[in-house]
């Protein structure tokens, strides 16, 4: 398998405005697979019973009667345990061919999750940068999410700020109810943002800087995507917080489930500075 040479016209895009859409890149056959091992996923997910991640809704004890499937948002790492997810999505070779763009011929999967945002029920996931996250130097991962449902506008698409990348690093901050660390609501207010609306199959690369955000699903339509951060492997070995990375591609081969774990003994390295506390 070969790069599939992003075109200038990709490479400017990217550059200037942070991300880049690929349309149909996985087939809707590949799509239609991965749909079906997380429907069962989450009806019956046996000892992997921790990785499901509950809504907002049911952290706050308001989800008693909501039905099995309107409970979770994320499905923290499925990919790395079942093979259509992984061979279908994360270890594609047109998805890797896309990948080597950004990071050459040795790959590794840093971040594998599905993100799920169920009808009526998905909460929103605050604005932030995936690098204000992570708090580490990798800059240039390939981060993307792919689209598993239509991700459209009505059912909470993924919103960018196009050039946001351009501003670098922002410190986040956690407030009370803060989901996760988000970049300073005093910052988001007025924002010009595009709505990344995606046909399944379709996948957004983007910058490590760039800002982004889901709003709550108010449709009645589900909206199934998966998350993908890719890394070279000098990344990798310069990690400070990720202990485990695993193989997709070793000079240009791409290699299938299961993956080849990439073990680092970072238990020297300094703690992660917590995100500023705001009240
Ligand atoms: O699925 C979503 O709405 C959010 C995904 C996201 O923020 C991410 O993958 O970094």
């Known amino acids: 398998m070969s790069t599939q040479p992003l075109t200038s016209g990709q490479l400017k ?15 809707r056959d590949a799509i239609g697979e991965i749909r079906k091992v997380i429907l069962e996923f989450v009806d019956n997910p046996g000892e992997l019973v921790r990785i499901l991640d509950p809504e907002m809704l049911v952290r706050q004890g308001k989800g008693e009667n909501l039905e099995r499937r309107a409970r979770y948002r994320k499905l923290q790492q499925l990919g ?30 840093k971040y594998d999750s599905v993100f799920l945002k169920p009808a009526k029920t998905g909460g929103e996931t605050p604005w932030h940068q995936d690098i204000g ?26 919103q960018f700020v196009p050039g946001s990348h351009k501003g670098g690093f922002i410190e986040h901050a956690i407030y009370e109810d803060s989901l996760h660390g988000e970049i300073p609501r005093e910052l988001t207010k007025h924002l010009n943002t595009v709505d990344i609306e995606l046909q399944p199959g379709d996948v957004v690369f983007w910058h490590s800087y760039m800002w982004h955000y889901s709003p709550p699903n108010r449709s009645e339509n589900s909206r199934i995507g998966m998350g993908a951060v890719w890394s070279s ?21 791409p290699l299938v489930f299961p993956p080849e774990k990439y073990l680092l003994d970072n238990s020297n390295k300094p703690a992660l500075k917590p995100f500023r506390k705001v009240d």
Do not use: T
Not at 13 to 27: A, F, H, T
Not at 133 to 158: S, Y
């Open 133 to 158: 996250l992570w708090r580490d130097d990798h800059v240039n991962a390939a981060n993307a999410w792919i689209a598993v449902d239509a991700a459209m506008r009505e059912n909470g698409c993924m």
């Open 13 to 27: 895009q990217y550059d200037e405005k942070g991300y880049l859409i690929i349309r149909n890149l996985v087939s």
């Open 233 to 253: 492997l000098e990344d990798a070995q310069q990690s400070k917080r990720v202990k485990q990375y695993l193989w997709v591609m070793k000079g240009g081969k």
């Open 80 to 109: 790395r345990h079942r093979a259509v997810v992984w061979n279908n999505y994360y270890a594609h070779p047109n998805v890797l061919a896309i990948v080597q763009n950004f990071l050459g011929d040795d790959i590794l999967v």
